[in-house]
């Protein structure tokens, strides 16, 4: 009896001085990183030149996109060409981005034949981007051969500055802006339909010891 009571006052004590301690209001865990993270809110990335959707009479789909984090430097073109299965737009996994220099507008670039140096990471500054499509409330959770996931999709752009600290900037594209386009015909397929051009609210997460 007398030990219960020492181990429920101990534990008790220890609460309390778990309440008094102040708490951080500058890191926290990273989904990416075990380490503690300061993150700070940066200048918004410009996203522009934005076009998705399944290639007609294909298992492919593209994604093709140019950001720039500040007016001051040139853009970055991302693109990729993913498989599917069906003729709607499937995810994407990280893909390499590469910088289009100064002079460059990104016009003369196919978007179905990206150049080598869109397979590395050409510059001190690696950027990268995912494309994940989100799954329909609606769909039945038991029927993996769905071909008709009109869900939205998540548009995610990074920056890794060095080891230590990158920029991630998250986009969320509603299914509205997906509609399935020719159906009934032999052309019918996913695109985006949405806005070329937008802003992006952008975070920069810096590695902090312990």
């Known amino acids: 009896m007398l030990f ?5 006052t ?19 865990p990273s989904s990416h990183n075990p380490a503690q993270e300061r993150v700070i809110r940066i200048s918004p990335f410009q996203i522009s030149n934005l076009t998705a959707g399944v290639v007609a009479l294909s298992h492919r789909n593209f994604v093709n996109f140019d950001v720039t984090p500040s007016p001051s430097l040139p853009p970055v073109r991302c693109q990729a060409l993913g498989t599917t299965p069906g003729k709607v737009l ?7 981005c590469f910088s289009l220099g100064s002079n460059a507008t990104g016009d003369e670039y ?3 034949n990206p150049p080598a140096t869109a397979t ?10 995912s494309w994940t499509m989100q799954k329909n409330n609606d769909d039945d959770d038991d029927d993996d051969d769905n071909d008709d996931n009109r869900g939205g999709a998540e ?6 500055l060095d080891a230590h600290c990158r920029e991630e900037a998250v986009h969320f594209i509603p299914r509205e802006e997906m509609p399935v386009v020719g159906t009934d015909t032999m052309f019918e397929r996913q695109v985006y339909t949405g806005p070329e051009r937008f802003q992006v609210e952008a975070w920069r997460y810096e590695e902090v010891e312990s």
């Open 4 to 8: 219960q009571t020492v181990f429920t």
């Open 10 to 28: 101990a534990a008790l004590v220890g609460s309390a001085i778990g309440l008094a301690l102040p708490r951080s209001q500058e890191t926290r």
């Open 90 to 96: 499937s995810s994407i996994s990280r893909t390499w």
């Open 110 to 112: 196919d978007e179905f």
């Open 155 to 160: 548009l995610r752009v990074g920056r890794q």
């Open 120 to 129: 590395t990471p050409p510059t001190s500054e690696v950027w990268w981007f």
